[in-house]
């Protein structure tokens, strides 16, 4: 099993930045990719970034240039950096972690951005 927990998340203004970060813990060893996810209001969950054991990247088109991910194979955590936000980036933001059979979840954290 791995545990996930994300902290970082919160209110700003259109322009501004936050950074997000996640903490694993338990069997770490076992994961390969780590990602972040969001999920606004009455919308499914999407993939915002995601990060190899490697470090090979990829970003959904919408937050390119934008956001930034970035992981700590010795810390084992994943962070966000957030910068340019806007409105339709507020969402309810996720940590996952893939192994070779499971995908884990964090709790996930609020984003709002005010216009």
């Known amino acids: 099993q791995v545990q996930l927990v994300e902290s970082g998340g919160g209110l700003v203004q259109a322009g501004g930045s936050l950074r997000l970060s996640c903490a694993a813990s338990?069997?770490?060893?076992?994961?390969?990719?780590m990602g972040w996810y969001r999920q606004a209001p009455g919308k499914q969950r999407e993939l915002v970034a995601h990060i190899s054991s490697g470090g090979g990247t990829y970003y959904a088109d919408s937050v390119k240039a934008r956001f930034t991910i970035s992981r700590d194979n010795v810390k084992n955590t994943l962070s966000l950096q957030m910068s340019s936000l806007k409105p339709e980036d507020t969402a309810v933001y996720y940590c996952?972690?893939?192994?070779?059979?499971?995908?884990?979840w964090g709790q996930g954290t609020q984003v709002t951005v005010s216009s």
């Open positions: 996952a972690a893939a192994s070779s059979d499971n995908v884990y």
């Open positions: 338990g069997s770490i060893f076992s994961i390969n990719t």
